[in-house]
């Protein structure tokens, strides 16, 4: 049974002016699913009339220069026009979106081909919610549903643990299969997953499939790499292909899992996933990995007993569900210092062993520590991109010793320490990041810092299976990001700075705006709750560090 058939979800409908920008594609994600987002989003934007195009960089090129584009390739393109260019380079893609300014469209999709070039999967995430907000509609006020299929726990699973809206609408297609055969809930959110992972993991050759669950369950088993008997470069290799399929992310030069894949971790599924491989893959390529996946199995105890994860409040879902602060936000912070060598950083952006040596040459030459600040500041990011945290940690704190000037990047830089540890699953670590990332933004004022802050410490209570931490933590997150919602009517913020953005950025407005959507238990009759206090809870006790 399918219920994403576009009649039934006559509920989606997107407008691209509340999209985050830019809309980008990731080169990890299949062609597949590329092409059915964005027949998911001509369907949404049905009301517009939508015509599509697909061109690739080098079509619209030529068009770049011009004033006035009214077509390309011959095509006639409009405010009407859904266009989809494909790049390859991060030249191309800034080029892209620069000659998106001049070509009349109703939106244009960066279609991602190079895994060096980097995305924003943020609309992805508001596509996501979009399309579970759609079915609830279908199932709870249309009834063309069965509503007995669903509940909020299918939903809930579905926020929590899937990136793009076509894995969260196939889950519930599976949920509501398993449903259909009188299976109990619970039960049936297991079946679905564990028939969506298998089928993922099903096509991968027996090295991918032996790497990809060495991922999975390192954190249980430290010493992983002595159950493996996989040469670097075979690792290498086989992980560039499960990029291509979406399996595996790269963040900088870390691999890190995508959130389905982390799900895994709990022993039930990840028994249910390897049964149901050894019924897809070839009996020769499954028995490669029986040894391997006998002693991951010895070594997680999976008979031990298990703490199931209790029912959560959607808008807490929809919070921590939401991706990292992106790398290319902290680029555009660091970028926008003033420094006689910061031209060049800004064009060896992406080389971080690069930005070392830059760096390393101009606190050779010179004593003045404004200038000596802005580099360390730089070799802070390129240390956070190559992995390095402890490093980084160490320049940024160096920085902002000497240098005033960059003390504005002590929150974001401090958030982004406490998502890298919470995804190695450094949770000590993680926790005196955030704060220390909420000190910081409380006492300057920081709103949306401070809403990040707790969001990101009710994650790492989710983690460690702590649900009522973080059903606290995100209300108060919330309770303040509600508040930046307010902020949009007070000043446009285009270009502006406001309480709760970082310099020339509206992140908080949006931010804001976003959450105020999903924050409806907080609101009485269109009448918004005061937030007053906040300020006086102990920021230990609110992080779990008490």
């Known amino acids: 049974m399918k219920v994403f058939q576009t009649p039934l979800l006559r509920n989606f409908q997107i407008n691209p002016a509340f999209l985050e920008k830019p809309q980008t594609l990731p080169f990890d994600m299949s062609v597949d699913k590329k092409e059915k987002i964005l027949n998911l989003l001509l369907w949404g934007m049905n009301a517009y009339h939508p015509d599509f195009l697909s061109v690739d960089y080098k079509d619209i090129e030529s068009a770049a220069g011009n004033r006035h584009v009214e077509q390309i390739k011959g095509v006639t393109v409009d405010k009407n026009t859904l266009l989809s260019v494909s790049v390859r380079s991060e030249k191309e893609l800034r080029s892209a979106l620069k000659a998106g300014r001049r070509i009349p469209s109703l939106m244009i999709v960066i279609d991602i081909l190079d895994p060096e070039v980097s995305a924003s999967r943020r609309w992805l995430f508001q596509l996501k919610n979009a399309a579970v907000d759609a079915i609830r509609k279908t199932i709870y006020e249309d009834e063309r549903i069965d509503e007995t299929l669903l509940d909020g726990s299918a939903f809930d699973f579905a926020l929590k643990n899937f990136e793009d809206p076509i894995d969260t609408i196939e889950f519930l297609d599976l949920v509501i299969s398993a449903r259909s055969e009188d299976t109990e809930m619970e039960e049936a959110i297991d079946e679905a997953f564990i028939a969506m992972v298998s089928d993922k993991m099903s096509i991968l050759k027996a090295n991918q499939v032996k790497i990809l669950l060495s991922l999975v369950v390192r954190d249980s088993i430290p010493d992983i790499r002595r159950l493996t008997t996989i040469p670097e470069d075979a690792i290498s290799k086989a992980i560039d292909g499960m990029q291509i399929q979406g399996l595996v992310h790269r963040r900088g030069e870390t691999t890190v899992l995508p959130l ?83 031209e060049e950083v800004a064009e060896e952006i992406k080389n971080s062993d690069r930005l070392i040596e830059i760096v390393d040459e101009v606190l050779f030459e010179t004593i003045d520590d404004r200038i000596r600040g802005i580099a360390l500041s730089v070799r802070a990011l390129a240390y956070m991109k190559k992995g390095c945290l402890e490093e980084s940690r160490r320049d940024i704190d160096a920085a902002c010793n000497i240098n005033t000037e960059v003390l504005n990047l002590l929150v974001p830089f401090y958030l982004s320490y406490g998502n890298l540890y919470r995804e190695r699953a450094k949770y000590k670590e993680a926790v005196k990041c955030y704060d220390r990332a909420l000190k910081l933004a409380e006492k300057s004022g920081d709103e949306l810092g401070t809403s990040q802050a ?58 804001g705006n976003r959450v105020l959507r999903a924050s409806t238990p907080y609101q009485q009759d269109g009448v918004r709750r005061e937030t007053s206090g906040r300020g006086n809870i102990s920021q230990q006790h609110r992080l779990g560090m008490g």
């Open 454 to 511: 707790l969001i990101g410490a009710a994650e790492v209570h989710l983690e460690q299976a702590d649900h009522k931490g973080a059903d606290d933590l995100v209300r108060d997150g919330l309770k303040i990001a509600e508040g930046l919602g307010g902020i949009r009517q007070k000043c446009s913020c285009s270009g502006s700075q406001s309480a709760g953005c970082y310099p020339a950025d509206d992140r908080g407005c949006r931010l």
């Open 260 to 342: 389905y894949m982390k799900t895994l971790k709990k022993p039930s599924l990840l028994i249910g996933v390897v049964e149901r491989i050894a019924g897809k893959m070839e009996r020769g390529e499954f028995n490669e990995i029986k040894e391997f996946y006998f002693g991951v199995l010895k070594e997680i105890k999976p008979n031990e007993e298990i703490i199931e994860q209790p029912v959560m409040r959607a808008e807490t879902m929809r919070a921590i569900s939401y991706p990292f602060q992106e790398m290319g936000d902290l680029d555009k912070l660091v970028i926008s210092l003033k420094a006689p060598f910061m």
